[in-house]
């Protein structure tokens, strides 16, 4: 099995910053691609950012230049520095992660719980 944990999220007034973090465990031979994807209220899932292993990010042009998305592949983990937040921003905000878990094993998407991100006007 493998598991995504997220944490970071919570309340920031309009223009702060948050930083959320992702660590995947388990069984894990490899990571692909990280992501981050946030879901509004009554909406489907969207793709915030995400990077390659090899450290290549990729964002929404919604938050170029307040976003940033980093990973630690010894550790497992991708974060997300969020600055100039607005409450435009304000959502549920999931990790995910395509693994695979050795030999044999196809890589897999998988996702974590999710952490919520208000940002107050």
């Known amino acids: 099995q493998v598991q995504l944990v997220e944490s970071g999220g919570g309340l920031v007034q309009t223009g702060g910053s948050l930083r959320l973090s992702c660590a995947a465990s388990?069984?894990?031979?490899?990571?692909?691609?990280m992501g981050w994807y946030r879901q509004f209220s009554g909406k489907e899932r969207e793709l915030v950012a995400d990077i390659t292993s090899s450290g290549s990010p990729n964002y929404a042009d919604s938050v170029k230049g307040r976003f940033t998305i980093t990973r630690d592949n010894a550790k497992n983990t991708v974060y997300l520095q969020m600055n100039s937040l607005k409450p435009e921003d304000t959502a549920v905000y999931y990790c995910?992660?395509?693994?695979?878990?050795?030999?044999?094993?196809?890589?897999?998407?998988?996702w974590g719980q999710g952490t919520q991100v208000t940002v107050s006007s």
């Open positions: 388990g069984s894990i031979f490899s990571i692909n691609v």
């Open positions: 995910n992660a395509d693994v695979n878990r050795g030999l044999g094993w196809s890589f897999q998407k998988y």
